[in-house]
């Protein structure tokens, strides 16, 4: 009996979920589409399949709607950047890490170029919401960083690059990748991130140790 109210609670408590997950999901496609000003609460709902009263019943009120949406998608981008980092892991027991370099660089600059993280970054900034923008920095840029100094790191200690600080590595290698994209947005992603790593391991990689 007891197991059975157990798996009850369990059962709510991931039906509430799905659907809060379902509006914050919402809610970013249509703040995303129309921005803050634009977009009513009933087109969230809408689109998120829900009635407009569970909306308000999962959420206050709109400000905390967009806020809680733009976290939600920048968590699920910071989350698809650590997953490109760690193809890294490979390289330590590679002789030539250019490779397995050059796949997590364009995995990097696949992620950071789709919709959803241009989305995340234009709706972060666009807003006079107090703290939104730094919340998003360390939900995606910064937490970016610290995997991929700590991946650098190991390289490091494998041999594989040379001693460095990895976190001023980590930001040298994202740079790279992320700054050609703001004076030519529609340039060829592969050709940056090779492009990108023949410099990074220029100066970071063994044979300069």
């Known amino acids: 009996m007891g197991s059975e109210v157990s798996t009850g609670h369990r059962r709510k408590a991931r039906g509430r979920d799905d659907r809060r997950q379902a509006i914050l999901d919402g809610a970013f496609a249509v703040f995303a589409r129309r921005g803050y000003a634009q977009t009513c609460v009933k087109e969230i709902a809408q689109e998120a399949g829900v009635a407009k009263p569970t909306v308000y019943n999962h959420l206050n009120d709109k400000e905390s709607l967009y806020r809680e949406a733009v976290e939600s998608a920048a968590d699920r981008v910071g989350a698809q950047c650590i997953a490109a980092v760690e193809q890294l892991r490979e390289a330590a027991a590679d002789g030539d890490p250019r490779a397995v370099l050059g796949a997590a660089a364009r995995g990097l600059l696949r992620v950071c ?34 995997a991929l100094a700590d991946r650098l790191a190991r390289l490091a200690l494998a041999g594989r690059l ?26 060829d992603l592969d050709a940056i991130a090779d492009a990108a790593v023949d410099v990074f391991l220029r100066a970071y990689g063994e044979e300069h140790a």
């Open 113 to 146: 170029h789709d919709e959803e993280a241009r989305a995340v970054r234009r709706l972060a900034g666009a807003e006079a919401m107090p703290g939104l923008a730094a919340s998003v920095r360390e939900r995606t840029a910064l937490r970016i960083r610290s």
């Open 162 to 187: 040379r001693p460095c600080d990895p976190e001023l590595a980590a930001e040298h290698l994202l740079v790279l990748l992320t700054g050609p994209l703001e004076y030519r947005p529609d340039a």
